[in-house]
């Protein structure tokens, strides 16, 4: 039996305060995706988490509901942001042989390819416009279902574009895009959530984004120090190495920032995050955050990720909102 692992750096709490780790997309699937395609259906976890949050979780999930969480029996090494921005390009690859075939034999006829055709796969139900171009010289690109890549769009791979999320005026490299995204402007070594929106103009680099996020116009994120040094997060006021000189910003669930917003290296954005009001953000943006120095009330939160989700098509369910109020300490 597979053995799926929960057990995360804190500076990854923002993006796993509503969901386990083996549940945020890796590569073209999540672990847990990946489990269930290979089989044998997996039913056990490892994780650090209480009772009380894994059984919280399982309200939400109705997929895990026969899952059985139990503490580590081994030392497992926590998950950290970098581990996931260092294997985007080995996890794609390795996720090709589990395609539906639908994937395998599409080739492109439209868009502009440099570099072996074979290496685009497309589902049928994706759109890629005739003025986009696709660079398979460095990994391969796969488009899923529902997917619209539209004029002047430059994919440069590995990339895997989720279905039916969006790409208009999109520059785009070795990155993984999740499901119902709207994203525009200039994206490389990023991860990005279900439902998530970078429309327009602005950089992100080696960023982890959550689901349910919206980059508002002109947002930046900062990638690499001025000195060249390691790039150290802080979380909750600890410190923690990463390993790396190149990192930009890990923004949780349910964030969203005003247009022309800067993010300064290794700056996290925790759930639920509001910002604007300065331009300028840097360190650990805590959870809840509304504006520059107030607290983003629980029930107009509530309200107004509703009437978000609404808009694709989801709820805030009664699960979902106490979840939501776990989230926030005194709610």
Same mark, same amino acid.
């Given at each position: 039996? =597979?053995?799926?692992? %929960?057990?995360?750096?804190? +500076?990854?709490?923002?993006?796993?305060?509503?969901?386990?780790?083996? @549940?945020?997309?890796?590569?073209?699937?999540?672990?847990?995706?990946?489990?269930?395609?290979?089989?044998?259906?997996?039913?056990?976890?490892?994780?650090?988490?209480?009772?009380?949050?894994?059984? &919280?979780? @399982?309200?939400?999930?109705?997929?895990?509901? =026969?899952?059985?969480?139990?503490?580590? %029996?081994?030392?497992?090494?926590?998950?950290?942001?970098?581990?996931?921005?260092?294997?985007?390009?080995?996890?794609?690859?390795?996720?090709?042989?589990?395609?539906? &075939?639908?994937?395998?034999?599409?080739?492109?006829?439209?868009?502009?390819?440099?570099?072996?055709?074979?290496?685009?796969?497309?589902?049928?139900?994706?759109?890629?416009?005739?003025?986009?171009?696709?660079?398979?010289?460095?990994?391969?690109?796969?488009?899923?279902? /529902?997917?619209?890549?539209?004029?002047? $769009?430059?994919?440069?791979?590995?990339?895997?574009?989720?279905?039916?999320?969006?790409?208009?005026? $999109?520059?785009?490299?070795?990155?993984?895009? #999740?499901?119902?995204?709207?994203?525009?402007?200039?994206?490389? %070594?990023?991860?990005?959530?279900?439902?998530?929106?970078?429309?327009?103009? /602005?950089?992100?680099?080696?960023? @982890?984004? #959550?689901?349910?996020?919206?980059?508002?116009?002109?947002?930046?994120?900062?990638?690499?120090?001025?000195?060249?040094?390691?790039?150290?997060?802080?979380?909750?006021?600890?410190?923690?190495? +990463?390993?790396?000189?190149?990192?930009?910003?890990?923004?949780?669930?349910? &964030?969203?920032?005003?247009?022309?917003?800067?993010?300064?290296?290794? $700056?996290?954005?925790?759930?639920? &995050? =509001?910002?604007?009001?300065? +331009?300028?953000?840097? /360190?650990?943006?805590?959870?809840?955050?509304? #504006?520059?120095?107030?607290?983003?009330?629980? =029930?107009?939160?509530?309200?107004?990720?509703?009437?978000?989700?609404?808009?694709?098509?989801?709820?805030?369910?009664?699960?979902?909102?106490?979840?939501?109020?776990?989230?926030?300490?005194?709610?």
């Amino acid at each position: 039996m =597979n053995v799926l692992a %929960d057990i995360f750096e804190p +500076t990854l709490q923002p993006l796993l305060r509503l969901k386990p780790l083996f @549940l945020l997309r890796d590569g073209i699937f999540s672990p847990w995706q990946r489990a269930q395609l290979r089989g044998p259906k997996t039913s056990e976890a490892q994780t650090r988490r209480s009772q009380n949050e894994t059984q &919280a979780l @399982l309200t939400v999930h109705s997929a895990l509901q =026969n899952m059985q969480f139990t503490s580590p %029996d081994t030392h497992l090494a926590a998950v950290k942001p970098a581990d996931l921005l260092l294997n985007i390009g080995r996890q794609i690859e390795a996720d090709l042989r589990l395609l539906d &075939a639908a994937f395998t034999h599409k080739l492109i006829q439209t868009a502009q390819v440099e570099g072996d055709t074979t290496r685009v796969l497309i589902h049928p139900e994706a759109q890629v416009s005739a003025h986009a171009v696709i660079d398979v010289r460095n990994g391969p690109v796969v488009i899923d279902a /529902g997917a619209r890549i539209g004029a002047f $769009c430059l994919i440069q791979g590995p990339v895997y574009i989720g279905q039916k999320s969006q790409l208009d005026s $999109c520059r785009i490299s070795n990155s993984i895009v #999740g499901e119902n995204c709207r994203l525009g402007g200039e994206i490389a %070594d990023s991860v990005i959530g279900d439902f998530s929106n970078k429309h327009h103009d /602005g950089f992100l680099g080696h960023s @982890l984004v #959550g689901d349910w996020v919206n980059l508002g116009a002109l947002t930046t994120t900062s990638d690499l120090k001025n000195n060249y040094g390691e790039v150290r997060l802080t979380y909750d006021n600890q410190r923690y190495e +990463t390993g790396t000189i190149k990192l930009g910003s890990v923004i949780g669930d349910y &964030a969203k920032t005003a247009i022309g917003t800067m993010l300064g290296t290794g $700056c996290i954005v925790d759930f639920a &995050a =509001n910002l604007f009001g300065q +331009t300028h953000w840097s /360190g650990h943006v805590p959870a809840f955050t509304w #504006g520059a120095d107030e607290r983003y009330d629980l =029930n107009l939160f509530a309200r107004d990720a509703d009437r978000m989700m609404q808009r694709r098509g989801r709820t805030v369910t009664p699960a979902l909102r106490r979840l939501f109020g776990d989230v926030l300490p005194g709610a």
